[in-house]
């Protein structure tokens, strides 16, 4: 069993930007609404500690491992619910660059394993955590920039 969430938004900055302020982690408890925090290394291979607060849910710690990160292009990690195969989630930040010195933002997350039927009501609330997170990404670069979000 396996599903897929998404959610992207145009962030009115360049893929550098975004970022930056995606690896200023010890930041991420000013603005991010989603991803209460986030410790360790963005670099591939690296353990890191995040916790997420999905909206009317349950805030959670999990400690995946970075699987790519392109500084400017793309984050991934990939989490485990104890052993593989029962519930793991490969979660990804993608910056797009765009016409204009804009970027498109698309947060995912790739979730398979035996418990995925039973976890659907908390995914629903998941995505809203990406959506969530993504407009508060963007009003917090775009107010770095000095533009309106």
């Known amino acids: 069993m396996a599903t897929e969430l998404s959610h992207e938004i145009e962030i009115d900055a360049p893929t550098d930007e975004v970022w930056r302020a995606l690896e200023e982690t010890e930041r991420y408890a000013e603005w991010n609404p989603f991803i209460e925090s986030l410790r360790g290394e963005l670099r591939e291979g690296a353990k890191l500690e995040v916790r997420v607060a999905p909206p009317g849910g349950k805030a959670m710690t999990f400690r995946p491992t970075v699987t790519a990160a392109l500084p400017g292009r793309e984050l991934r990690w990939l989490g485990r619910l104890l052993v593989p195969g029962l519930f793991d989630g490969e979660h990804r930040f993608l910056l797009e660059p765009l016409a204009g010195g804009r970027t498109r933002f698309v947060q995912s997350e790739r979730f398979s394993g035996v418990l995925v039927p039973l976890l659907r ?17 963007a009003a917090e670069v775009e107010a770095r920039q000095g533009k309106a979000a």
Do not use: D, P, S, Y
């Not at 995914?123 to 990406?130: C, E, H, Q, S």
């Open 121 to 137: 009501g908390t995914l629903a609330k998941t995505r809203l955590g990406f959506e969530q997170m993504n407009r508060a990404l």
